[in-house]
């Protein structure tokens, strides 16, 4: 492509050199992640690391997930059984028949009410 080309057509996009300086820029910055991670470990830079700046992998994943289910495991072992409270049902109200229900007047004297006869 010459120079006559690209200013033919402004808005046209050069996508091999920005992908070019998109892997000159990550291959920069995997040199200085490594250059500090060195310089942080106090290791001579000829000795080869394997920085990994993306995460955990398979095998950290597998090991945290053993642990954690051992970690359980051992809480579930250790823990006593749980019970739940018993309840007792709340007590019955009494029969109407079981009250005797006496009414004074003024002077302590005893008023009679009848009762009322049982159902049935």
Not at 77 to 88: G, H, K, Q, W, Y
Request: glycine share 6%; proline share 10%.
């Amino acid at each position: 492509m010459s120079s006559s080309d690209k200013s033919s057509n402004p808005s046209e996009i050069d996508k091999q050199a920005l992908y070019g300086r998109a892997i000159a820029s990550q291959e920069w910055q995997d040199r200085l992640c490594k250059k500090a991670t060195h310089t942080a470990l106090d290791i001579p830079e000829d000795v080869d690391i394997q920085a990994n700046k993306y995460g955990l992998g398979w095998k950290e994943l597998l090991v945290l997930v053993i642990g954690m289910l051992g970690a359980g495991a051992l809480f579930a072992a250790n823990r006593p059984e749980l019970t739940l409270p018993v309840f007792s049902p709340p007590p019955t109200a009494p029969l109407d028949s079981d009250y005797e229900v006496r009414f004074y007047n003024s002077d302590g004297e005893l008023i009679s009410v009848p009762r009322k006869p049982p159902p049935g």
